[in-house]
């Protein structure tokens, strides 16, 4: 009996999203939410992280390749401002960077595995050392909004959020990667060439300073997202 009441109590901790956790699930367009999934790509792990930067899962989160045919697209305008809104805990609820990619499809955003040497980073929130301390500025954000670069090309992207908690990563593979890929559709782009460009997975590596830290002791001074330079277009 009490074995039996320890499995219910296991596979209801399974099936339950786990506390503390994340999810980018609402694209914010022109100062509107729109309702979760409409156009981010939907996931299969409820609120978990990736934590295997050389999985396939790193592009998108897992199911993400699979559900770009039932994701739509909506048109931003280059140079506006977009955001995403934090859904299933509600609040970024652990301590790291923050990073922002697009990626150009070469036909439609719905049919694009995001594979190759095309990912630029658009916006990045890293640590904040001002008060004499590791503080970092994502802590406890209901939502993110940044600008598409104003010469960013005309065409179909997916824009990817990216939120790397890193209470855990002393040990390699013990970041975790909140990851969201929304469908957008530039208009009034410009012609600007964005760079420099990584793929994923590939451009990350789980032995860099930026993935392999103890933020907690001894104290950090310094500390660098990992992936490329912003490119602000
Ligand atoms: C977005 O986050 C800011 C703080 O970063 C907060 O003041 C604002 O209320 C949030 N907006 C929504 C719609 O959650
Ligand atoms: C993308 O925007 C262009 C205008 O720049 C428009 O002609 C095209 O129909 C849009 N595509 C989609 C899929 O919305
Ligand atoms: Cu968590």
Same mark, same amino acid.
């Given at each position: 009996?009490?074995?039996?009441?320890?499995?219910?109590?296991?596979?209801?901790?399974?099936?339950?999203?786990?506390?503390?956790?994340?999810?980018?699930?609402?694209?914010?367009?022109?100062?509107?939410?729109?309702?979760?999934?409409?156009?981010?790509?939907?996931?299969?792990?409820?609120?978990?992280?990736? #934590?295997?930067?050389?999985?396939?899962?790193?592009?998108?989160?897992?199911?993400?390749?699979?559900?770009?045919?039932?994701? #739509?697209?909506?048109?931003?305008?280059?140079?506006?401002?977009?955001?995403?809104?934090?859904?299933?805990?509600?609040?970024?609820?652990?301590?790291?960077?923050?990073?922002?990619?697009?990626? !150009?499809?070469?036909?439609?955003?719905?049919?694009?595995?995001?594979?190759?040497?095309?990912?630029?980073?658009?916006?990045?929130?890293?640590?904040?050392?001002?008060?004499?301390?590791? !503080?970092?500025?994502?802590? &406890?954000?209901?939502?993110?909004?940044?600008?598409?670069?104003?010469?960013?090309?005309? &065409?179909?992207?997916?824009?990817?959020?990216?939120?790397?908690?890193?209470?855990?990563?002393?040990?390699?593979?013990?970041?975790?990667?909140?990851? #969201?890929?929304?469908?957008?559709?530039?208009?009034?782009?410009?012609?600007?060439?964005?760079?420099?460009?990584?793929?994923?997975?590939?451009?990350?590596?789980?032995?860099?300073?930026?993935?392999?830290?103890?933020?907690?002791?001894?104290?950090?001074?310094?500390?660098?997202?990992?992936?490329?330079?912003?490119?602000?277009?």
């Amino acid at each position: 009996m009490k074995s039996f009441i320890a499995l219910l109590a296991a596979s209801a901790a399974l099936l339950q999203p786990a506390l503390a956790h994340y999810q980018f699930n609402q694209l914010v367009v022109n100062g509107v939410a729109n309702a979760d999934f409409v156009y981010i790509r939907k996931n299969t792990n409820i609120n978990s992280p990736v #934590s295997d930067v050389n999985s396939n899962d790193i592009r998108c989160n897992v199911g993400g390749l699979a559900s770009g045919s039932t994701t #739509s697209i909506v048109n931003v305008a280059a140079g506006s401002q977009v955001g995403f809104n934090v859904g299933y805990g509600g609040t970024i609820g652990h301590p790291g960077p923050l990073v922002v990619y697009l990626a !150009k499809a070469p036909s439609t955003a719905a049919s694009f595995d995001g594979s190759g040497a095309v990912w630029f980073k658009i916006y990045q929130i890293g640590a904040d050392f001002s008060s004499g301390s590791l !503080k970092w500025p994502t802590d &406890g954000k209901t939502n993110i909004t940044f600008k598409i670069p104003s010469s960013t090309p005309n &065409g179909q992207y997916l824009l990817r959020i990216e939120h790397i908690a890193l209470h855990g990563a002393s040990t390699v593979g013990g970041s975790q990667h909140y990851i #969201s890929c929304a469908h957008i559709n530039v208009t009034n782009g410009g012609s600007g060439n964005p760079g420099p460009k990584i793929a994923l997975p590939g451009g990350y590596n789980p032995n860099d300073p930026s993935l392999l830290i103890n933020i907690y002791w001894p104290p950090v001074t310094s500390y660098t997202p990992p992936g490329p330079s912003v490119w602000s277009g």
